[in-house]
């Protein structure tokens, strides 16, 4: 009868504290929004600057691939982060240059565009890229140019749909719903790893709300203790296109001249 008793005492002590580690668990999950995932995800550490080389597959919906090379520099100025891309192979797209410079929210929320140049050599002339532009396809990629750098949080309102598993990682999956509705991509849905707030997946809607585009990242890992994403794959599921970004020689925090984030190193061809 005792042992009974004591098994009976221990059983229930062993069930109180499932309860209260569990009860702690859904409190701390109820208490995160989705604009706080989305805003933790943003301040997740990229380093004072990064750099890396890249190899984009594009496919087309017969199977033809088209590979070229890139290398991309970034550099954290505080409020202002300045980016550039540059193509260097193959011929025909050797020495096209993009440079983003990307503005943090003020204090108060609002928000600035960023600005936006490309450089196209067999023209020898830089373009700006604007408005509506920004939502254009990057280079014939699967990626459009606001793609290439970091949205705002200010553009968009955040609803938290619940947590899932996504190629074997625990997530949260958010709903981000952009303020301008005549976007080209009103509507996305991002899952968020709990591990790292990295972005696991991502699918893209159309005005009308149809699936445009998915977005699948992985090789995720620490590089220098900064999470990094190895690949990026993006397919467009209306017109059957897909794009592969592998990153490669990823470093962080090395010293980078500021003369290269300048639309005059572009057109002179002199960012290595």
Same mark, same amino acid.
């Given at each position: 009868?005792?042992?009974?008793?004591?098994?009976?005492?221990?059983?229930?002590?062993?069930?109180?504290?499932?309860?209260?580690?569990?009860?702690?668990?859904?409190?701390?999950?109820?208490?995160?929004?989705?604009?706080?995932?989305?805003?933790?995800?943003?301040?997740?550490?990229?380093?004072?600057?990064?750099?890396?080389?890249?190899?984009?597959?594009?496919?087309?919906?017969?199977?033809?691939?088209?590979?070229?090379?890139?290398?991309?520099?970034?550099?954290? @100025?505080?409020?202002?982060?300045?980016?550039?891309?540059?193509?260097?192979?193959?011929?025909?797209?050797?020495?096209?240059?993009?440079?983003?410079?990307? @503005?943090?929210?003020?204090?108060?929320?609002?928000?600035?565009?960023?600005?936006?140049?490309?450089?196209?050599?067999?023209?020898?002339?830089?373009?700006?890229?604007?408005?509506?532009?920004?939502?254009?396809?990057?280079?014939?990629?699967?990626?459009?140019?606001?793609?290439?750098?970091?949205?705002?949080?200010?553009?968009?309102?955040?609803?938290?749909?619940?947590?899932?598993?996504?190629?074997?990682?625990?997530?949260?999956?958010?709903?981000?719903?952009?303020?301008?509705?005549?976007?080209?991509?009103?509507?996305?849905?991002?899952?968020?790893?709990?591990?790292?707030?990295?972005?696991?997946?991502?699918?893209?809607?159309?005005?009308?709300?149809?699936?445009?585009?998915?977005?699948?990242?992985?090789?995720?890992?620490?590089?220098?203790?900064?999470?990094?994403?190895?690949?990026? @794959?993006?397919?467009?599921?209306?017109?059957?296109?897909?794009?592969?970004?592998?990153?490669?020689?990823?470093?962080?925090?090395?010293?980078?001249?500021?003369?290269?984030?300048?639309?005059?190193?572009?057109?002179?061809?002199?960012?290595?």
């Amino acid at each position: 009868m005792k042992k009974t008793e004591s098994t009976l005492r221990f059983s229930r002590l062993a069930m109180l504290a499932f309860t209260i580690v569990m009860g702690t668990r859904l409190a701390f999950a109820q208490q995160l929004t989705g604009y706080d995932i989305a805003k933790r995800a943003d301040e997740v550490d990229k380093g004072e600057t990064s750099s890396y080389t890249a190899t984009m597959t594009l496919v087309d919906k017969k199977g033809s691939k088209r590979v070229r090379e890139i290398m991309m520099k970034s550099k954290d @100025y505080g409020d202002t982060e300045k980016s550039v891309v540059v193509f260097t192979t193959p011929k025909d797209v050797a020495g096209v240059a993009y440079l983003m410079f990307e @503005y943090d929210d003020a204090p108060d929320g609002t928000s600035k565009d960023s600005d936006n140049w490309l450089y196209m050599p067999a023209m020898k002339k830089t373009r700006r890229i604007s408005g509506s532009s920004k939502g254009d396809d990057f280079m014939g990629t699967d990626f459009t140019y606001e793609d290439m750098g970091d949205r705002g949080l200010s553009k968009d309102t955040f609803n938290l749909l619940g947590e899932e598993t996504v190629a074997g990682n625990e997530c949260w999956k958010v709903e981000c719903l952009a303020k301008d509705k005549t976007e080209k991509n009103p509507r996305r849905i991002v899952w968020y790893r709990k591990d790292s707030y990295m972005v696991q997946k991502a699918e893209f809607y159309d005005r009308q709300n149809n699936l445009q585009r998915v977005l699948e990242c992985s090789d995720i890992k620490k590089i220098d203790g900064i999470w990094t994403t190895g690949k990026m @794959y993006i397919k467009n599921v209306l017109t059957n296109h897909s794009t592969l970004l592998e990153m490669k020689d990823v470093k962080y925090n090395q010293p980078l001249n500021d003369n290269i984030f300048t639309v005059a190193s572009l057109e002179r061809g002199t960012v290595r």
